[in-house]
Nanobody, 116 residues
Framework: QVQLVESGGGLVQAGGSLRLSCAAS????????MGWYRRSPGTQRELVGL???????TYSHAVKGRVTMSRDNAKNTLYLQMNNLKPDDTGVYYC??????????WGQGTQVTVSS
């Protein structure tokens, strides 16, 4: 069974930075797409960014210019570098990956809290 394990969340002041990691139990070179989503208090889960096996990352308007996704294929790990964090960035961040077009895999989430 595929496992995705997020880490790197925490409490940070507005304007600070965090780097989230998503370690996969399977070879991420074979993924069709990977990405990050978040769920802020009282809202539905929303897209942060996606990265395909061969394409450039794409980001939501809310975070574009402040976050960068990258992959370390040797470590089977996806990263999300977040800079200039805002209180609105507070939420649980989830990693998603598809090795198959019909099945998404999700991690358990990591909490990010940005204080003003």
């Amino acid at each position: 069974q595929v496992q995705l394990v997020e880490s790197g969340g925490g409490l940070v002041q507005a304007g600070g930075s965090l780097r989230l990691s998503c370690a996969a139990s399977e070879n991420i070179l074979n993924t069709l797409v990977m990405g990050w989503y978040r769920r802020s208090p009282g809202t539905q889960r929303e897209l942060v960014g996606l990265i395909s096996r061969s394409g450039d990352p794409t980001y939501s308007h809310a975070v574009k210019g402040r976050v960068t996704m990258s992959r370390d294929n040797a470590k089977n790990t996806l990263y999300l570098q977040m800079n200039n964090l805002k209180p609105d960035d507070t939420g649980v961040y989830y990693c998603m990956a598809r090795w198959d077009a019909d099945l998404e895999h999700w991690g358990q989430g990591t909490q990010v809290t940005v204080s003003s």
